[in-house]
């Protein structure tokens, strides 16, 4: 058995494991958190084991659809800040692996909630320790806004689901570990900057062929899409400005404009999202003494705060929107 301590700010989750599932989890929390040995105090603990007092936990069975229906079972106990996992059935070696360390990061993900962290469906880059928070509903344009300015130096945080938390005059967006989805349409191909994302296609097998005009993804971790950039993964920076993307496929130009203050509260309360996938939601039941979690929803308000603005764009738009961004950052 391996014992190392995940953490991530005030955040230290203790992991005890097999020592070919600890490389797994070092390899998926690769860059998003820091792997210390084990201090006097972590703030949860949780062991791969199945040699414990069964009578003091409350108990879960976790099935997975999204792994074929893999399953394992979970022991929690709240007294002694400690958890188990057991009994660990998947179809395949990947669905095995993918199904411990998507459990571990829920995990994870729960002690954010209670240290005060909320989530919300957005994708974050980042430059000069400055960040743009791109906020909104699926097939926005959220990951190719982020991808458009990767592709002109800006580092990466994270994709899909950020964590936001009030921390002195900062909000800080921190990058959960999630993949980078990339659909792969035809324009979005043609372009020569996008060229690379390809070639990763045709090296997973991922056939392209938009004249059966069907869209094919790319699933890439977050520090894959940094490597290929050449730029940086940041673990966490402030947040300066949000943007809220459209896709207009029919514009020859930007459009982009301050968003009041109203809009900005519906669009932050319409893309909340818990950081606990519904697959692990039974975490609920961690708990930490002295926590009262209706705080965390006090830094929703905190986001409304935000400068936010409206972009439309597409990919004729591209020049125009870098240089928008540009000019946006150095006013903060």
């Known amino acids: 058995m391996l014992e190392y301590d995940i953490v991530y700010r005030d955040i230290r989750l203790r992991i005890s494991c097999p020592e070919e599932m600890m490389f797994k989890v070092i390899n998926y929390f690769s860059g998003h958190v820091v792997f210390e040995m084990p201090n006097d105090n972590p703030t949860y603990q949780l062991v791969v084991d199945d040699n414990f007092d069964k009578e003091k936990c409350l108990f879960y069975r976790k099935v997975n ?31 095995r692996d993918l199904l411990i360390c998507t459990s571990v990061a829920n995990l994870f993900h729960r002690l954010l909630e209670l240290k005060g962290y909320l989530g919300v469906h957005a994708a974050c880059v980042e430059k000069d320790n400055k960040g743009l928070l791109f906020v909104a509903e699926r097939k926005s344009g959220k990951t190719i806004c982020i991808l458009n300015l ?19 005059n900062d909000l800080i967006g921190y990058g959960i570990p999630q993949t980078v989805s990339i659909r792969l349409g035809k324009v979005f191909c043609e372009q020569e900057e996008n060229k690379k994302y390809l070639d990763i296609a045709r090296k997973k097998g991922i056939e392209i062929n938009h004249s059966l005009r069907e869209e094919k993804n ?9 490597k290929i950039n050449s730029v940086s993964q940041t673990v966490d920076v402030p947040i300066k400005f949000i943007i809220r ?14 968003m009041p203050i109203e809009q900005t509260r519906e669009l932050v309360y ?8 519904e697959t692990s939601d039974f975490l609920i039941n961690i708990k930490l003494e002295g926590v009262d979690e209706k705080e965390r929803y006090s830094h929703l308000e905190e986001v409304i705060n935000i400068p936010a603005h409206y972009c439309i764009q597409n990919e004729h738009t591209t020049e125009e929107f870098v240089k928008k961004m540009e000019l946006i950052l150095r006013q903060k």
Not at 245 to 258: M, Q, R, S, V, W
């Open 218 to 226: 790319i699933n890439l971790t977050v520090k894959e899409v940094a």
């Open 65 to 95: 659809k999204w792994f074929d229906y893999s399953s394992l079972d979970f022991y929690i106990n709240n007294s002694d800040k400690i958890c188990y996992m057991m009994n660990i059935c998947a179809s395949s070696n990947k669905n």
């Open 245 to 258: 993307p459209k896709y207009d496929p029919g514009i020859n130009h930007l459009f982009f404009y301050k």
């Open 270 to 277: 319409s893309q909340y999202k818990s950081l606990v996938h």
């Open 150 to 168: 990767i592709n002109n130096g800006y580092n990466i945080v994270g994709n899909d689901v950020i964590a936001l938390k009030k921390d002195k």
